[in-house]
């Protein structure tokens, strides 16, 4: 199964990712890496979750409607990654969009 977890490079959202990874699941993380605490901390999280080939990350925030929209239809169609991707490795730092600034 594919599965979105949103905040994934938070303290719930990456323990969470984790857990589904090590079952077997997809993982695609959804996050902004706002800085409501030091972001550092959320990197340290996103490269933890890195090392399996079945997450990625996706740098975006979940109020862009847009972004989620390319992302669901990346999904429903894999073979039409990016320019230059070449499945999952390369997207994993997709990003459907610069991270607007609240
Ligand atoms: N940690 C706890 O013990 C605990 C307990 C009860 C409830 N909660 C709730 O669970 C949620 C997650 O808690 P946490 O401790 O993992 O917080 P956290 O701040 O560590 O993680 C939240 C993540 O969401 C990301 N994020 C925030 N707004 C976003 C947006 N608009 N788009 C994309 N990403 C966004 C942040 O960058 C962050 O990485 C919070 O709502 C919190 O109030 C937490």
Redesign the pocket.
């Known amino acids: 199964m594919t599965i979105l977890v949103?905040?994934?490079?938070?303290?719930?959202?990456?323990?969470l990712a984790e857990r589904l990874l090590r079952r077997g699941d997809t993982v695609i993380g959804?996050?902004?890496?706002?800085d409501?605490?030091d972001?550092a901390?959320?990197r340290a999280?996103e490269r933890r979750l890195c090392a399996y080939d079945n997450f990625r990350m996706v740098e975006?925030?979940?109020?862009?409607r847009e972004a989620l929209l390319r992302l669901f239809a990346a999904e429903r169609h894999p073979g039409r990654g990016p320019p230059g991707g070449d499945g999952r490795r390369a997207r994993r730092h997709e990003v459907p969009r610069p991270?607007r600034q609240r």
């Open positions: 949103t905040g994934a490079a938070g303290f719930i959202g990456s323990h959804l996050d902004n890496f706002n409501y605490y972001p901390r959320k999280n975006a925030d979940v109020r862009d991270v």
